[in-house]
């Protein structure tokens, strides 16, 4: 049985454990709400660019650019969006749940990940990495998804990848995440093909030309929507964060409460037996 020395060393070491899962819990609190208010702002842009392209792409005739072009799928590629760092629950275990499923056992699966847990979970279990970035899955810049988007579009012309999808993780509270896959390249038009649903297709004048227009807002597409995704893994992580380092703090005040009651029945068994001997001994006395 520990000592009321050991329980008391133990109390203080839980404490400053639950002062520092405190502090890490305001930090990503503050933290989120400036990521969740820009999610939330890039969300409708992001929505309205990808209707427009679909839509454009699919009135532009003859127009072809080389990022709409359909192949035979020979080779994917999969841009997973993770997080730098731990200490975010399942946040990560959740995501590469997501990814998993589809890469396990093929070997034309190819992998461009964005930040430092992805990279290594997948790196250890032997999956092929073409690129990696990491560093700025708090703090995303359009800088950044620029960056990707560039990389991406030069491998799908070049015909490394025949297909890329996006995997990334969606905030929708600071409490509940989830994980989708989202088909990037080639684009995809609208499907709507003459009688009831030709009705919702737009009719585009395009100047100076179908080509031209979508050769800028093809990259714009790509760069829009991933970074609308890293603003949303960004609100994801700090919220799973937030969860996570509030869960711990509350574990650990519960432990310490625990703690305090077996150190306070350690001194009381201890005060009752030193009384008992000091009873004894004056009864021996007399």
């Known amino acids: 049985m520990p000592s009321a020395g050991d329980i008391r060393r133990r109390i203080k070491s839980v404490k400053n454990i639950q002062q520092i899962t405190k502090a890490m819990k305001m930090v990503a609190a503050a933290r989120l709400r400036r990521a969740q208010e820009k999610a939330n702002a890039s ?150 093909q003459g009688g009831e649903a030709g009705k919702g297709r737009q009719e585009y004048i395009f100047e100076p030309s179908a080509g031209e227009v979508l050769g800028l807002l093809l990259p714009k597409y790509l760069e829009t929507v991933i970074y609308g995704a890293l603003l949303q893994a960004s609100a994801s992580e700090l919220g799973a964060r937030m969860t996570a380092m509030g869960s711990a703090t509350d574990n650990a005040q519960e432990l310490i409460s625990k703690l305090v009651l077996n150190y306070n029945k350690v001194r009381q068994a201890t005060i009752t037996r030193e009384i008992s001997e000091i009873v004894g001994g004056a009864e021996a006395l007399k």
Do not use: M, W
Request: proline residues 4%; aromatic residues 10%.
């Open 43 to 192: 969300r409708p842009y992001t929505e309205k660019i990808r209707q427009v392209l679909k839509h454009v792409a699919a009135g532009a005739g003859d127009a072809v650019h080389p990022l709409l072009v359909v192949r035979d799928v020979n080779k994917t590629g999969y841009l997973v969006l993770s997080s730098d760092k731990g200490l975010a629950g399942a946040y990560a275990s959740n995501l590469f749940k997501e990814v998993v499923p589809q890469i396990r056992g093929k070997e034309n699966a190819g992998l461009i990940t964005v930040g430092r847990k992805a990279r290594d979970y997948f790196r250890r279990r032997g999956y092929r990495i073409d690129k990696e970035y990491s560093g700025f899955s708090e703090k995303p810049g359009y800088e950044h998804a620029a960056a990707i988007a560039k990389e991406l579009a030069e491998r799908f012309e070049a015909g490394d990848y025949d297909e890329i999808y996006l995997v990334y993780t969606e905030f929708r509270s600071a409490i509940s995440q989830q994980p989708v896959t989202v088909k990037l390249l080639p684009v995809e038009e609208s499907g709507q």
